[in-house]
């Protein structure tokens, strides 16, 4: 274990863990963020967001750049690095990292919301990084002129495939059910276009190719039958899972694996564990319902220490 205790360690550098972190900042607890990166989701956010207040219309990399910065005026410490673990002996929690680091805190708030749902098909983990991708800001660049697909016929799926289609030469997108789930406003962007072909009823069964992805074969759910489309590129867009894996044990999860809180103070079972944003169970995911959760948690830590040192 290492010496330093930390009043809180706060996991995940996204809405949720930023607006903790401001929180816990102004009421100067001893605080570590740890996470894999800055911006969660939002910095992923390919077209603008509008329905945040005060910004009628920002980019996703624009807003977290303001969350950060916002962040950075308080005296807090900051680790990047992925969370593997987290333990709780006599009072004080050891959060331990891929890269074998551990660290001490009377408290912790969890905000380390959802990552991209795995299709689990034949070469997806082959070809990842070699045509596949979850992250369509980071990698669309590459297939420039190229043909592409993006599973997922939602918001996110759409605007992917939009932002694709400036850049590549065709872009298919493949939904499992037979209408789109896609705003209108997406749906008729999408189709102007002039690039982007929607394949409904269409099952993903493989990614196939050699060095690097050169179709996709799917089942045509209608006819039942397997067709192969000649892409370079395949996104998966195919929804999003609670990224709580490491916290097993101390928190109560739901059938999709979302934290079960407590909806003021976003405690969970475990007295000093606190969780916040899309990693918790909830109808509404979005940046404002992440940041609100964020500094309830704070404000639920502040008090939790407050008592746990006049207890002691
Ligand atoms: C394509 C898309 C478009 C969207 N558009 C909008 C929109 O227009 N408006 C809106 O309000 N919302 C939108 N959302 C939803 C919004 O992005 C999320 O609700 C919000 O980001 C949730 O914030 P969060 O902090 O809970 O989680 P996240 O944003 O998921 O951040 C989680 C953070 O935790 C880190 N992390 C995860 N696991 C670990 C670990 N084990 N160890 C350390 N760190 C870890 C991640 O790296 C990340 O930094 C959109 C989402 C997507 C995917």
Not at 50 to 71: A, T, V
Not at 257 to 264: A, C, G
Request: glycine share 10%; proline share 2%.
């Amino acid at each position: 274990m290492t010496e330093k205790i930390w009043d809180l360690i706060i996991i995940g550098g996204g809405p949720a863990g930023i607006t903790a972190g401001i929180y816990a900042g102004r009421q100067k607890l001893k605080t570590l963020l740890v996470t894999k990166n800055f911006g969660g989701q939002v910095a992923e956010k390919v077209i603008k967001i509008e329905n945040y207040p005060g910004f009628e219309e920002i980019s996703g990399q624009e807003l977290i750049e303001k969350f950060k910065k916002h962040l950075l005026k308080y005296d807090i410490s900051i680790e990047i690095d992925e969370v593997k673990k987290v333990t709780k002996e006599d009072q004080i929690f050891i959060v331990e990292t891929v890269s074998q680091k551990k660290f001490s805190a009377l408290s912790v708030i969890v905000a380390s919301g959802a990552e991209p749902r795995r299709l689990n098909v034949k070469g997806e983990r082959e070809f990842l990084g070699r045509g596949v991708s979850y992250c369509v800001t980071c990698d669309g660049p590459l297939f420039r002129g190229k043909k592409v697909a993006v599973v997922g016929g939602g918001n996110a799926g759409f605007e992917a495939a939009i932002f694709l289609a400036d850049l590549t030469k065709k872009v298919y997108i493949l939904e499992f059910s037979d209408k789109v789930r896609a705003d209108k406003e997406n749906q008729e962007l999408a189709q102007k276009t002039g690039k982007i072909e929607v394949i409904l009823r269409a099952k993903v069964k493989e990614i196939k190719g050699e060095n690097f992805v050169k179709s996709l074969i799917y089942e045509d759910l209608s006819s039942g039958k397997e067709k192969e489309i000649l892409v370079d590129g395949v996104f998966i867009e195919a929804g999003r899972v609670p990224a709580t894996q490491f916290l097993k044990g101390l928190v109560d999860f739901n059938e999709r694996n979302e934290i079960l809180t407590e909806r003021e103070t976003m405690a969970t079972k475990t007295p000093g564990l606190f969780a916040a944003g899309d990693c918790n169970e909830g109808q509404v995911k979005q940046i404002i319902t992440a940041c609100g959760e964020g500094a309830k948690a704070a404000w639920a830590a502040y008090d939790y220490l407050q008592k746990i040192k006049l207890n002691s």
